[in-house]
C-alpha cells in the first residue's frame, strides 16, 4: 500500500501564526457585542445564543418567538475597499445590508455571523475588518457571536 504524502496547513499557504494573531486582536471587538443571552464558548466551532423566555433578556416580549435568519454581502464594496486600503466601515456595511433585510420583516436582530474569504491572512487588515463588523452590531444591539475566515492563497 502507498504511503499517503501529508501536507502542512503551512506548506498549503495557510499561516496558523497570522491566524493566532489575528483571533487576539479581535477577541475584544467581538466581545463587545455580548450580552447576557450570548453563552461563552472560547474557540468553539459555533455560537451560542440563548432564547429563553426572560422578559429582562428581550426587549420585547414575545409570546410565540420565531427567528428569522438571513445572508448578504457587500458585493463589488469589496473591490473598492481593496483599492483604497480602508477597511474600517465595509463591516459596518455588511452588518448594515443584513440587520435592513431583517428589519422589513418585522424581525429584531440578535447576533450576527461573518465569514470573510481572504487571499492571504493580514492580521491588521482582518482586526479592522472585525472592530467594523463590531460597530456595526453594537450599532443595531445584536451581538458578534462567531464567524469564519477562509484563507485561500493563489
Known sequence: MAKKKTISYEQAGV???ANDIMVERISRSVASTHGPRVIGLENGFAGLFRLDYDEKLFKRNYKSPVLVACTDGV??????AQEMNRYETIGQDL??????DMLVQGA???????YVGI?????EV???IVES???G???ADCALIGGETAEHET
Open 15 to 17: 499561516s496558523i501564526d
Open 75 to 80: 458585493g463589488t464594496k469589496v473591490l473598492i
Open 95 to 100: 452588518v448594515a445590508m443584513n440587520v435592513n
Open 108 to 114: 429584531e436582530p440578535l447576533f450576527f455571523l461573518d
Open 119 to 123: 487571499n492571504k491572512l493580514d492580521p
Open 126 to 128: 482582518m482586526a479592522a
Open 133 to 135: 463588523i463590531a460597530k
Open 137 to 139: 452590531c453594537r450599532m
